[in-house]
């Protein structure tokens, strides 16, 4: 054999054994490939991967992006369901992690841990399989089935304010976002509430805030005003006994000509809840009244020059956005307005039956 015949079979077994090389690196490829292409998936786009991103976004206030790995339908009452709603929150999940997860065909069970409002809570979360990505990997979304609502129990205001974002107080109430403890209340020129913290978790489909409607000093400083036009109304009267006021003079004698009325003490305004309205506490007043009469017994005429108290009192509501006041009858501060009937004399009238009103109506501070 010549060299160059040898050199020609080593060359030859070389090659083969360079290709048998290739070959099983080409086959351990493919094997990695298949076998790692599920557990990415399960890590990087998995049903725990979901779960973890909701709570990521819930901790930077992104409701957009929690939104996003939700199943939720289309939604017309979502004011609640943004950033400002979540920024400012008393509480948000903390220590958060997936203890377990579990895919059973398209749909997924997935238990995160995670503290929220100083307890140490455990929820599972639902999922389903949305189209994959790529083709090659599945997506997931949280099925929350409906997203749980604040349940708005609100007298005296027309908004509402969710940690940093002020809403409409709906009736029907509002969905939001959870785990979060939200902070609910509402301040406007006449009416403020107390903020009420609520935990919203998903463990119930509601939870409800009442909100009690307080009235503002603003609102104390014009029925004051008010108050005091309608008594420098009064004495504008020559009579002794002024129509639609809750003052007046009783006298046998006979009057001659007009009086004169002047007012020297005006009540002290303050306002509070009686009867499940609000009103005006009763209080003092002290009005003058001067004139001419003559005795009814000796016939002599004389100059009179008295003071009169009384106590006022009156029902106070918010008509068209501006407070309005009806005065209550003289020492009958939960009775009827002047010219109205009693709530006696009304129940007098009517004859006996059940009570279809609600049993906790809240105060009336809409004129409603």
């Not at 463990?203 to 009690?212: F, I, K, T």
């Not at 409607?213 to 004051?224: D, G, Q, S, W």
């Not at 004139?291 to 009192?313: C, H, K, L, N, W």
């Not at 006996?352 to 501070?365: F, H, I, K």
Request: hydrophobic share 40%; charged share 25%; with cysteine.
């Amino acid at each position: 054999m010549t060299d160059h015949d040898e050199s020609a079979g080593v060359r030859t077994r070389t090659s083969a054994a360079r290709a048998r090389s290739l070959a099983i690196a080409g086959l351990l490829v493919v094997v990695l490939t298949v076998t790692s292409v599920p557990v990415l998936g399960m890590v990087a786009y998995g049903p725990a991967r979901t779960v973890s991103a909701y709570f990521e976004a819930l901790d930077r206030a992104d409701a957009d992006a929690a939104l996003g790995r939700l199943v939720t339908g289309e939604i017309t009452d979502g004011w609640a369901l943004t950033d400002a709603a979540l920024e400012g929150a008393p509480s948000l999940p903390t220590r958060v992690s997936v203890t377990h997860a579990e895919v059973d065909g398209d749909t997924a069970a997935v238990t995160a841990e995670f503290d929220l409002a100083g307890t140490t809570q455990t929820q599972e979360f639902s999922l389903v399989r949305a189209p994959g990505t790529w083709g090659m990997f599945p997506d997931w979304l949280i099925d929350p089935g409906t997203l749980p609502r604040l349940d708005l129990v609100v007298d005296g205001a027309s908004t509402v304010r969710i940690n940093n974002a002020d809403v409409p107080a709906s009736r029907d109430g509002l969905p939001v976002l959870y785990p979060v403890e939200y902070s609910v209340g509402f301040a406007e020129d006449y009416f403020r509430s107390t903020a009420q913290n609520a935990v919203v978790d998903g463990s119930a489909p509601e939870v409800e805030v009442q909100l009690a409607a307080e009235p503002t000093e603003e609102l104390r400083a014009e029925v004051e005003r008010l108050v005091h036009e309608h008594l420098d109304e009064c004495v504008t009267a020559t009579t002794l006994m002024p129509a639609g006021c809750t003052f007046g003079h009783d006298t046998v004698n006979t009057m001659l000509g007009d009086v004169s009325w002047e007012m020297v003490e005006y009540p002290d305004v303050q306002l509070s809840t009686e009867r499940r309205r609000l009103v005006t506490a009763p209080a003092e007043g002290v009005a003058q009244v001067s004139g001419r009469y003559r005795d009814i017994v000796t016939a002599m005429e004389s100059d009179f020059d008295e003071p009169v108290s009384f106590t006022f009192s009156a029902a106070v509501t918010i008509e068209d956005g501006k407070p309005a006041i009806q005065p209550l009858e003289a020492g009958l501060s939960g009775g009827a307005g002047l010219g109205e009937e009693s709530d006696a004399e009304q129940d007098a009238d009517e004859p006996d039956g059940p009570d279809d009103g609600p049993a906790d109506e809240a105060p009336v501070a809409d004129g409603s």
